[in-house]
């Protein structure tokens, strides 16, 4: 855990010394998947459950009213946001490797995925903040930081020339909006069927 720790610290304060360091490691998918990816997704998924479980967040207008979901509810909503994030995260990893050769970079999925993976990091991190529901919007604000990872990483990690990093990024980052409104409309569609019923506290 330490390790991860270290990296997280890493690639947040020193993103392009750390990005050196990332290309030249010898990994798989499923090795930085296991020891890396599920673990730091784990974090928002277990702070969002006990947040919309025990603390809930309040509705604007309603007197201070508060909704909390049941701990089955939660867990439920949790478990699915956690398998369809590490969905997307390996879908864009895959991305990232298609449009490489575009982009005069060399088509390879495990370093898209290194760079989908590390990209990501300042997200999971920050999602220690959902434990107070209320708190979420600074998770996606550190989730923008990740972009600027990602835009400094193309050139180190995939070889991309300076000259089309910047496209490369844009168009990355579009695909990366478009992953996420595929995914949300499944876990949508998913927790429509699911159904949790809400209820709210003074």
Do not use: H, N
């Not at 750390?18 to 930085?32: A, F, K, N």
Request: glycine share 10%; hydrophobic share 55%.
């Amino acid at each position: 855990m330490q390790k991860i720790i270290e990296r997280v610290k890493a690639i947040v304060l020193k993103p392009r010394e750390t990005w050196e360091t990332i290309s030249g490691e010898e990994t798989t998918i499923i090795g930085l998947g296991k020891e890396y990816l599920l673990v730091l997704a784990a974090i928002p998924a277990v702070c969002s459950f006990l947040g919309k479980w025990i603390i809930g967040w309040r509705i604007p207008f309603r007197f201070g009213r508060v909704i909390r979901l049941s701990f089955g509810e939660s867990l439920v909503v949790s478990i699915l946001w956690f398998v369809m994030t590490v969905a997307g995260v390996w879908l864009m990893g895959k991305v990232i490797s298609f449009l490489a050769p575009k982009f005069g970079a060399e088509q390879d999925d495990v370093k898209g995925f290194k760079l989908s993976v590390y990209a990501y990091t300042p997200y999971f991190a920050a999602g220690i903040l959902l434990i107070i529901p209320s708190l979420g919007i600074l998770t996606t604000l550190a989730g923008l930081y990740g972009l600027y990872l990602l835009y400094i990483g193309l050139p180190i990690v995939m070889g991309t020339p300076k000259e089309k990093s910047l496209a490369y990024t844009i168009v990355v980052i579009i695909a990366m909006f478009l992953i996420y409104i595929i995914v949300g409309a499944i876990t949508d569609a998913m927790l429509g069927a699911f159904g949790p019923s809400i209820y709210i506290s003074a």
